[in-house]
């Protein structure tokens, strides 16, 4: 029996929740059981109580708001505690169409993908000023670089997940889910798809992008620190390559113009090389540490997952290695 659980997080959505939840399909194609889920993320108005008369079939809710990715990460476990075999998250506003959904799942069901992310027509959506466009464009590549995937809609939160891929999943930034799930997953070795969706017209602003220089230097930081969690061998040797690089050439050129005998001694370019090198060289240093600490990493995840594997398994199932 396959089942699918569409999790829906909320802050405040009280005007728009009624109708992103009217337009959720009841049944799917190779479907069993489709439940929803509503995590309220600490709302003030009455989203708990339009949840509530829509009739779903979990609710979460946090007494203060605790954020996009605490929020994401609640409904995560949730819908692996009920029994989910495939986890579908979408937005409150109503953002994306409901009905590519079974386009959305269809990479799971036929086990070609542990992860699909909604494209959305970024270039084609009006209120996309051009240069949101071009930012959500710049991010999405970081992330492919990053991630070693082929994402097009990095920010996108119209997603599904397979049991096994939200058993894996750890969310460490606060702000939001989208690019870091990405980016762990891809270098975690699942596979990550993308599938073109549709989107629904206009309903209001988004909460997470209040201003674009914030948006940008909160996803950067993102990038960065995921990249440095997951390959902090590689960030670290590529980081202290520049000032070795410029130290040794500068080292190169203190020898050349001694063997030429010149007047001057150049102590000043010396010492500033054998700085460069040894901050190059401390880097490099550094990114061995990491890299063993990265290993205790590794195990962590690993007893993480047997632990959730036991704790979480379905009823009447069996626990086994994949």
């Not at 069993?32 to 509530?52: F, M």
């Not at 994306?96 to 084609?124: F, H, N, S």
């Not at 466009?133 to 590549?141: D, E, F, M, N, Y």
Request: hydrophobic fraction near 45%; aromatic fraction near 8%; include cysteine.
């Amino acid at each position: 029996m396959v089942k699918i659980i569409i999790q829906i997080p909320c802050y405040n959505e009280e005007t728009t929740l009624g109708m992103t939840l009217e337009e959720l399909p009841k049944d799917l194609l190779g479907v069993d059981v489709v439940e929803l889920l509503v995590i309220d993320d600490g709302s003030i108005d009455r989203t708990v109580d339009v949840a509530r008369s829509y009739g779903v079939d979990h609710l979460i809710h946090f007494s203060n708001n605790q954020g996009l990715a605490k929020a994401f990460m609640a409904g995560l476990e949730a819908s692996v505690k009920a029994g989910a075999d495939i986890i579908v998250n979408t937005d409150a506003d109503n953002q994306y169409c409901a009905a590519d959904i079974p386009k959305l799942i269809k990479p799971i069901l036929k086990g070609e993908a542990d992860m699909v992310v909604g494209a959305r027509p970024i270039r084609d959506i009006q209120h996309f000023s051009p240069l949101k466009k071009s930012l959500q464009a710049l991010g999405s590549w970081a992330v492919r670089i990053a991630s070693n995937t082929r994402i097009p809609d990095a920010p996108s939160g119209f997603r599904a997940f397979s049991r096994e891929a939200a058993l894996k999943l750890n969310v460490f930034n606060e702000y939001t889910y989208t690019l870091e799930t990405i980016i762990q997953a891809g270098q975690r070795g699942m596979v990550v798809t993308s599938v073109s969706v549709r989107t629904n017209p206009y309903l209001r602003p988004s909460r997470l992008v209040k201003s674009i220089p914030s948006y940008v230097q909160r996803s950067l930081f993102t990038i960065l620190r995921i990249f440095m969690t997951y390959r902090p061998l590689r960030f670290f040797l590529i980081l202290g390559s520049a000032p070795f690089s410029l130290g040794f050439l500068l080292g190169i050129r203190w020898l050349i113009l001694y063997l030429e005998g010149t007047p001057k001694s150049h102590v000043p370019s010396l010492i500033l090389s054998a700085i460069l090198m040894l901050m190059g060289f401390q880097l490099w240093i550094l990114g061995l540490v990491a890299d063993l600490l990265a290993v205790n990493r590794k195990i962590l995840e690993e007893n993480q997952l047997h632990f959730r594997r036991l704790t979480w398994r379905k009823p009447n199932q069996n626990y086994h290695e994949p």
